[in-house]
């Protein structure tokens, strides 16, 4: 596991690393709030363990920063301030978890290796696959053969629908209700957006996963199923 220590105070920054680097834990360190959020976001890390305190930047800035610029690594808070309101905003700031200090390390490393196993089934369970078709709903990357396509939202939207539901139909009013909701769109607009992503997803290979089904709607269907 590669950890990030986000934690001004040296006496604890030393007890925390002296912890995990027996039990052969990577550790980057940074000492002020500023640093850490740099290494954050330019470094992988499975978790990270972030003081509230800290100069240059509090941790609470630290922590809403990194999720404002799409950062979703786990985040652990460590704090000596232990009310209800503090422990709350730490999470209004969208940490992951909060441990008041003095702390027991075990229990630290326990919670740390929860985050971090609780994010791998999050990240595993937002793949969806069908066939040779693999879209990635983090990045909104559809992966085809070797192949990457970038798609827009309404598209990502309908290629969503109809690998949840494959090899089944998918009604155009729930394509409609997925695009706009209550809003009724002019039909010509969902024509134009199923144009647009046959011909990403289908023009360039032998086999044509997406299908229309006259007056009703559409489906996928993977090669050999027809």
Known sequence: MKLLLVEDHKGIAGIIFDYFEIK??????ASNGLQ???LAKTEH???IILDIMLPKMD???V???LRDAGIDTPILMLTARDTKDDILAGFAHFADDYLVKPFDLEILDSRLQALVRRRKGSVANRILSYGNLSLDMNTRVLQREGSRYSLNPSQYTILKCLIQKAPDLVSKEEVCDALWGDEE???KVLRSHIYQLRSLIDRPFE?????TVSKVGYRLIAEGDE
Not at 24 to 29: A, R, T
Not at 207 to 211: E, Q
């Open 207 to 211: 086999h044509a996963y997406l299908k």
């Open 24 to 29: 052969d834990y990577v550790l980057d360190y």
């Open 63 to 65: 922590c809403k920063s």
């Open 36 to 38: 850490g959020y740099e």
């Open 45 to 47: 890390y499975d978790a």
């Open 185 to 187: 769109p002019d039909s």
């Open 59 to 61: 941790g609470l800035t």
